[in-house]
């Protein structure tokens, strides 16, 4: 008994406020973020950017790892015929060479290494631009919420689609830049 009376007053309660939402009419509008992501250009050069650092730290960790190989083939060869110095010399020289190794990896590509907060820092500026272009435009259309419609959105109409808009906003944003 008390369940159906809770039912029936929240009733109530949608059905004396759907005649005052029907008289605000709330906007809503949507953008294809990867739309963005792909048809910005500081988008795709930032991508560009940061492939091309990651190719120079590959370049960088591969001419040491050929270094640490090298080093420890000449080793291997030459272990049975060497005196115990030449021996412990070079697997001390081994050692800190794999210990280089880690430590470039760690500060290159670790999730504190320079890559990374090079990565974070390109999005979050870019992010922050889309930001203020979705912002811009939402004020001046006068919409009141804008989705993620590459996120969860299943169907709206593509009048309400502002990616255009935000596009041209932020090509306005960058040239101002």
Known sequence: MARKTIILTVLAGICLLMPLSAQSQIKIGYVQSERIRTEYEDFRDAEDQLQMDF?????????????????????ETQRLMSSPEWRRDKESQIGKLQQDIQLFQQQKVGPEGELYKKQAQLEYDILARVKQAVDKVAIDKGYDYVLDGS??????KPTHDITDDVLHELRKISSDN
Request: net charge neutral; hydrophobic share 50%.
């Open 151 to 156: 996120v969860s959105l299943l169907y709206a």
């Open 55 to 75: 190719r120079k730290v590959q370049f960088e960790y591969q001419i040491m790892v050929a270094k640490l190989d090298s080093l420890t083939q000449d080793f």
